[in-house]
């Protein structure tokens, strides 16, 4: 069972959690997942959530007491913790950190807004002994905030637990997939289904002939071409 918890301080953006694929991976509990209002959790009286800058500058930070307060409360001093804080300015997420991901037995994440959390929070958090803590970015490009990117981050990851998807052999062909010998970079060939003829475009004649040497040999060849395509952009 993976627990991930969300902070955020709009909870309601974060409701297609229950929805498809994540909803039947918590009626399994394969998941479960729980959200967090960031001002339900603070402890102070204002309940205050961000201040202005040191040092200047437009945009408020988010406060180091609420999200430290926050994240104490959901959170045992036994337990190994994966904190993930969700920044234009992280890591790269990939399948491959997906993957790791999936591993893990309780996942946090903290879903900024404004310019951000105070950077005190990750430093605190990556000190603490029980606790790894992951600057993640989604993409080259600046969100209103973490919780988009939460959840794709967890749809990501979700779907490599196993027992979450109803057919595991999905998993193997597909684009980014990892093979047990290290990452296969190459992206998935084109997949077609009935009718053989639509609106004047035939399906790839091997595709028809039954032969599955033929057939893995032409997948081989476009999944190649295609990542050889993207390569070249
Ligand atoms: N918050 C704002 N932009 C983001 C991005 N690209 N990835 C993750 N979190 C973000």
């Not at 918890?5 to 509990?29: M, T, V």
């Not at 430093?123 to 209103?144: C, M, P, T």
């Not at 595709?207 to 952009?233: D, F, V, Y």
Request: aromatic share 6%; glycine share 10%.
């Amino acid at each position: 069972m993976l627990q991930i918890d969300l902070i955020s301080i709009f909870p309601e953006y974060l409701a297609p959690l229950k929805l498809s694929l994540l909803g039947k991976a918590q009626d399994k509990q394969l998941l479960s997942i729980n959200i967090h209002d960031l001002r339900d959790q603070t402890a102070d009286v204002h309940h205050s959530v961000d201040d202005t800058p040191y040092g200047g500058g437009a945009g408020m930070v988010m406060s180091p007491v609420a999200w430290g307060d926050a994240i104490d409360q959901i959170t045992k001093d036994d337990e190994i913790v994966d904190l993930i804080i969700l920044t234009p300015a992280g890591r790269k997420f990939t399948q491959k950190i997906a993957l790791e991901f999936s591993k893990s037995k309780h996942i946090i994440f903290a879903c900024g807004r404004y310019e951000g959390i105070d950077a005190r929070v990750g430093q605190y958090y990556a000190d603490k002994a029980n606790f790894r803590v992951h600057e993640i970015s989604i993409g080259d490009y600046v969100l209103g905030g973490g919780e988009v990117a939460a959840m794709v981050i967890i749809e990501a990851t979700a779907r490599l637990i196993p027992g979450v998807l109803g057919n595991p052999d999905s998993l193997k062909e597909e684009s980014h997939s990892i093979t047990g010998d290290g990452e296969d970079l190459l992206v998935e060939y084109p997949n077609y289904t009935k009718p053989a003829n639509w609106r004047g475009l035939e399906v790839p004649q091997v595709l028809l002939s039954g032969n599955h040497g033929e057939i893995a040999k032409w997948r081989k060849a476009q999944a190649e071409r295609r990542t050889r395509e993207l390569g070249s952009e």
